[in-house]
């Protein structure tokens, strides 16, 4: 067999990790939805569902992965062959090419304004102007496909050297530099005018807003920014040794994660509110709204350019972890080459973004088949099978000598065989708009 690459240790691991797990949808998806769902009170809500539900989905994940050195189809397999619980696995390679696909599109329009931060295409620009500039991109698809491309093509080339020279060192370098920037631009935000108001807008405590929608949006929202529900972080694990602690790389996965997520919002909003622009949901508060204010901003231009060059770094760790997946498979399974699986299924996920840049309905539709039911209904099975299908002893017999205390894993049996199942299927029942 071949080898199949390791991380070169703990720090290597974590740092992938934590790179899959920081991405779009920490910058932008998760700031919106605090604002629009009572700012204090949703964090601390959203705090819970990592920790109740988050972070013990991804423990079972590092666990399998660690446990059977597999890929997500390999290792259900490997754990109950023969039966039907590999279709967790196949689930998972699915949503690999279905949320790669749009997510490198929306990644190309981020190459595209760190090239239009660069060449001072904000400065000086009335709002219609930046928003002609989003509109260009949008209706020439050449564009699109070209940085679509660009940024395929880097994903490929770092995920072909391999899980130690190529994922582990792109991720050494590039998630350091995200928390520069990220400090860097909390530091220039919190001195501006919109200060205040942004933060205001964020950390104000409405509690009459967290209904039952919140908690779920929350849920929805922990799974995705977490890289959860489709054998990203098992992949992950199985380039461990036994060595690495996993309950604790876990929590650091996930507390990190929220801290990030919370500090974009920090940055964002006293942005915003700077200029009384209005906060507005999705690709439009970063790509329309945002670029308005660093056309006015002084030191605008070193500001965009950070921005956009971390928002970068943060969807390109996480596409590796997504291209990793379905290259994982071919390679454990189908016995291709790491540079053949990476080429070629790079290539394909390229041609099937095609149709998302061309039209933003068809990355909606995409979107929306990912996060709202790939992503959940993996979780839920995964949440089963540790919890239900695997007994105790195979449970606990992977954790090492000191590696999780008895109360803690009853704490995180109780967890994955009750709290997140139940969890995830009132976030499907949400999403089919059964209540
Ligand atoms: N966690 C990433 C984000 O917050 O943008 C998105 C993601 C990456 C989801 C990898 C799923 C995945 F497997």
Known sequence: MLSRGNWSGTVGF???????????????????????????????????????????????????????????????????PGSPWVVIGWLGVLSGFVILSYYAVVGGWVLHYVYLALTHSFAGKSPEQITALF???????????????IFMLLSIV???RGVASGIEIGNRIMIPLLFVLLLGLLFYALQTDGAATGLEFLLRPQWHKLGPIAVLEALGQALFSLSLGMGTMLTYGSYLSRQTNLVRSACFVGIGDILVAILAGFVVFPLVFNFGLQPSTGPGLIFRTLPIAFAQLPAGYPVALA???????????????????????????????RKKASWTLGI????????????????????????????????????????????????????????????????????IRYVSPVAVILIFLHQLQLF
């Not at 590092?62 to 189809?73: D, M």
């Not at 770094?313 to 291709?336: K, M, P, R």
């Not at 390229?350 to 990355?363: H, R, Y």
């Open 135 to 149: 509109v260009d991109m949008n209706t020439h698809s050449w564009l699109q496909i070209f940085w679509l491309g």
């Open 158 to 160: 770092i995920v072909s």
């Open 348 to 415: 394909v996920i390229f041609v099937l973004g095609i149709p998302s840049a061309l039209g933003e309905q068809f990355l909606d539709f995409m979107d929306g088949l990912a996060t709202n039911y790939l992503l959940p209904i993996g979780a839920l099975l995964i949440a089963v099978f540790t919890g239900w299908v695997l007994t105790r002893e195979e449970r606990k017999e992977e954790f090492g000598a000191g590696e999780i205390s008895a109360f803690r894993f009853v704490c995180w049996s109780f967890l």
């Open 14 to 80: 974590i740092l992938a990790s934590m790179g899959s797990a920081v991405g779009l949808g920490n910058v932008w998806r998760f700031p919106y939805i605090t604002g629009q769902y009572g700012g204090a009170a949703f964090i601390l809500l959203y705090i819970g569902c990592v920790l109740a539900v988050g972070i013990p989905i991804m423990l079972a994940e590092f666990l399998i992965g660690r446990k059977t050195q597999r890929n997500p189809v390999g290792a259900f397999r490997t754990l109950r």
């Open 307 to 337: 921005f956009f060059v971390l928002l970068s770094f943060a969807a390109l760790t996480s596409a590796i972890s997504l291209l990793e997946v379905v290259c994982a498979y071919f390679v454990d399974e189908q016995g291709w080459s």
